[in-house]
């Protein structure tokens, strides 16, 4: 049973052309985060919600942004994606923070 | 310094051998680990977590050294489903509890 589900799996967008990914959870936890990981790097936290409160990493960049609307759904806007966004995005959940986070399959993002 | 640092390797063992990964961290106030394994192209799955007594789960131990500030991780018995590459991550005390990597360690293991 799929706890944290992502989608699309794969996405694959132009230069500059805006694209959402996005994230649910069946664990009703509290907390969501998103994380770039590009190959061969660790995961990279670029913001996450406690609830409805966003925290954003000091280093994300303006480029990305993120919508929780309700405690299942969060989603990853990023309005104009260059070719140095490509990687994959994983989403996670904690019940809490300083929890353990369980992370979804992930999206895998190729910018033509 | 880099906050978690991993030997991002490969390892190459043959099936059967006993290996090990160490994980060092730069923050001494850090609370808790957690060992995630992660496939090509894949997500993170949680292993185990570590805490100050370490703890053991099959063929699977995991210690923290908290005077020397690195966690381990001890594998028995390699199969060779065990090939894939193994993160570390910790808390660290900056206010918000935020989740810090290393790149991982990869793991080959070979019949």
């Known amino acids: 049973d799929a706890m944290v589900i992502q989608n699309p799996r794969y996405q694959v967008t132009q230069f500059g052309k805006p694209v959402t990914l996005s994230c649910s959870q069946t664990?009703?936890?509290?907390?969501m985060y998103w994380y770039q990981q590009k190959s061969s790097q660790a995961p990279k936290l670029l913001f996450h919600?406690?609830?409805?409160?966003?925290?954003n990493e000091a280093d994300t960049p303006d480029n990305f942004q993120s919508r929780r609307p309700n405690t299942s759904f969060c989603f990853l806007d990023i309005r104009s994606p260059g070719l140095g966004d490509a990687a994959m995005y994983l989403c996670?959940?904690?019940?809490?923070?300083?929890?353990?986070?369980?992370f979804g399959p992930g999206t895998r993002l190729t910018v033509l | 310094r880099k906050e978690v640092e991993q030997d991002p390797g490969p390892f190459n063992v043959p099936e059967g051998a006993t290996v090990a990964f160490n994980c060092t961290y730069s923050?001494?106030?850090?609370?808790?680990f957690f060992w995630y394994r992660q496939d090509c192209r894949k997500e993170p799955k949680l292993l185990m977590s570590v805490y100050s007594s370490g703890n053991e789960d099959g063929r699977f131990t995991a210690q923290l050294n908290r005077a020397s500030q690195y966690i381990s991780l001890l594998i028995r018995d390699s199969k060779l489903s065990d090939s894939a590459t193994y993160l570390c991550g910790g808390f660290l005390n900056t206010g918000f509890q935020k989740l810090v990597f290393g790149t991982g360690t990869r793991l080959l293991v070979s019949p």
């Open positions: 923050n001494s106030a850090s609370q808790s």
């Open positions: 996670a959940t904690s019940r809490d923070l300083a929890d353990t986070q369980y």
């Open positions: 664990l009703n936890h509290n907390v």
């Open positions: 919600y406690y609830d409805k409160d966003f925290n």
